[in-house]
């Protein structure tokens, strides 16, 4: 076998060391998980943490901005309020202003929404044949915001290769490192 | 040790028991963890006790009730898409987050510093078993090392205690290499101060 020297330590170990160096790793993906979950719980909304990718929300919102957000159900959506959604079939969720509101007397509504420094509201993005958005499209609402914070996101997400090798790197460190 | 079968093969051929160990001798966490190793190699291989597991079995099992609840929330959450699986994940979440709070409580009052709890079988058969106990402390950034052996007298249920503090400088030598020699010898001594208070009583 190859002598890695640092593989020393694992190679002490007897079952019961090595499986809990496997459940080390485990607990660490598990609490992180169990945040995020319990953040959408807590907030209401499918997606608490969303990096905002475009500028077209300039100069409120820059590319990279991370945003905090919240889907009560109570929150009316109003014009002028910002609003994250997605369009039905893509993933990516967008933060937009909303632009004008149809509402029924049972208060279900359809709005329309425009980035502040986009020249032309969304229709254009929306699915072919949408002309509006639904409250089931509704992410969340911004409530509070850390700037440029999610260009690491960005940056992981445009080059997935450096984002596959910190994660691998960083899960081996926690497999062979002993408390 | 002598008792493998075939399975354990690779294992074997993985493990490096014999080969003498070498840390980084800044890294205070490692010193630790090489020292309490030794010991638990002096009190298991020079005096023949047997390991007994239930206290490290508790933290797994503790650990892998904690995963598992993490786990259900995930599957839960991906057959049901989020509105729905709401309740569901806000038990998952609760419970493992009071799991954790168990493991917390579970390391800190139960298992305390003990790395090693074993059995001395008494050679004529009866149910006579004494309970050696192991525990160290290793403040972070000193050197000075604390190894406590408890005995437990399986009839009376009585425990005695004996400990011994020393410099690592004294069991590792320039390069990080444990010279098992000199901390054998100052784990023995411990080991048979307890024995011998033992028949003196």
Redesign the interface.
């Known amino acids: 076998?190859l002598s890695l020297d640092f593989l020393?330590?694992v190679?002490?170990m007897n079952k019961?060391q090595l499986?809990?160096q496997v459940?080390?790793f485990?607990?660490i993906?598990?609490?992180a998980?169990?945040i995020w979950?319990?953040l959408?719980?807590v907030t209401g909304s499918?997606s608490p943490i969303v990096v905002v990718l475009s500028g077209s929300m300039e100069p409120a919102f820059h590319r990279g901005d991370l945003l905090f957000l919240t889907n009560r159900v109570e929150d009316p959506i109003r014009v002028g309020e910002i609003v994250v959604f997605r369009i039905e079939g893509r993933e990516i969720p967008i933060v937009h202003r909303v632009l004008k509101i149809h509402e029924k007397e049972n208060g279900e509504i359809k709005f329309l929404t425009k980035g502040d420094n986009n020249s032309v509201d969304d229709r254009g993005p929306y699915k072919p044949g949408q002309h509006w958005l639904e409250k089931k499209d509704v992410v969340g609402r911004a409530r509070g915001f850390v700037p440029y914070i999610g260009i690491v996101t960005i940056l992981m997400n445009d080059y997935p290769k450096f984002k596959y090798a910190v994660l691998f790197l960083l899960g081996l460190f926690v497999l062979v490192h002993?408390? | 040790m002598a008792a493998r079968n075939g399975k354990n093969g690779l294992l074997e051929?993985?493990?490096?028991?014999e080969?003498p160990?070498?840390i980084d001798k800044w890294d205070g966490?490692?010193v630790k963890?090489s020292l309490d190793?030794a010991a638990k190699k002096v009190l298991l291989e020079k005096y023949g006790y047997a390991e007994n597991?239930n206290l490290?079995?508790g933290?797994?099992l503790i650990?892998?009730i904690?995963?598992l609840?993490?786990?259900v929330?995930?599957i839960w959450?991906f057959l049901h898409?989020?509105?729905e699986s709401?309740p569901v994940?806000?038990i998952?979440?609760i419970s493992?987050?009071i799991m954790?709070g168990f493991l917390t409580l579970y390391t800190s009052y139960q298992e305390k510093n003990i790395f090693l709890v074993s059995v001395q079988k008494d050679p004529a058969g009866m149910d006579l078993n004494h309970t050696w106990q192991l525990s160290s402390s290793l403040k972070r950034f000193d050197d000075q090392y604390t190894l406590r052996v408890s005995f437990t007298d399986g009839k009376s249920k009585h425990t005695r205690e004996q400990e011994i503090t020393k410099s690592v400088g004294a069991f590792f030598d320039g390069n990080g290499t444990l010279v098992m020699d000199q901390f054998e010898k100052c784990v023995s001594k411990l080991h048979n101060t307890l024995a011998t208070e033992k028949k003196t009583k």
């Open positions: 076998m020393d330590d190679r002490r019961r499986y809990y459940l080390n485990g607990m993906v598990s609490s998980l169990m979950k319990g959408m719980v499918e002993r408390e | 051929k993985w493990r490096i028991d080969k160990v070498k966490a490692a963890n190793d597991f490290v079995d933290r797994l650990c892998t904690s995963c609840f993490a786990i929330a995930l959450d898409p989020f509105p709401k994940l806000a998952c979440v493992y987050f954790m």
